[in-house]
């Protein structure tokens, strides 16, 4: 009996690549970051969020808001902007770099965590929903579990520099 095979399975393949890139984006998502509160934007930065950043490093847009990520001088703090297609609404977050090519970022703001990947055009937005379980005997305050949703959108235009 021969066990293995010359000939390379597609669909497995497919299947480890994929179960690879959700394991990536989930793990990103519970990577714990400051919530962005904690952290003032510099001056520079917040008089350059509105078209363009003092280090531009890429900008994809979707259907429903555009993603910038600007670098600071020192080319090692990278802030995530995000803003809505109307442009009313426009938020900016510390971003930390998740691969060593630039093109994948993570930034998280309270219950909500943002992972741009520039290569594979995408935007998910992971919002951990605190949910309180009650005891029929209810002594103590309730259990709170997590659940978590997800939502993925496709960046259409990309900018990198």
Request: hydrophobic fraction near 35%; charge should be positive; charged fraction near 20%.
């Amino acid at each position: 009996m021969n066990f293995t095979s010359s000939k390379p399975d597609s669909k497995r393949s497919a299947f480890f690549a994929q179960l690879g890139i959700g394991t990536l984006l989930f793990l990103a998502s519970l990577y714990q970051l400051p919530n962005s509160s904690a952290y003032a934007v510099p001056q520079k930065l917040q008089l350059a969020q509105t078209s363009h950043c003092p280090g531009l490093l890429a900008r994809g847009t979707s259907e429903k808001r555009s993603v910038t990520i600007c670098r600071n001088d020192d080319n090692k703090t990278f802030y995530m902007v995000l803003r809505d297609r109307t442009g009313d609404k426009e938020t900016s977050l510390p971003a930390s770099l998740i691969d060593n090519n630039f093109n994948a970022f993570v930034a998280k703001n309270g219950n909500f965590t943002y992972t741009v990947d520039y290569s594979n055009k995408k935007l998910t937005i992971v919002q951990r929903i605190p949910v309180p379980i009650a005891s029929r005997y209810q002594t103590r305050p309730p259990k709170i579990i997590y659940r978590y949703l997800t939502t993925t959108e496709v960046l259409s235009a990309i900018l990198m520099s």
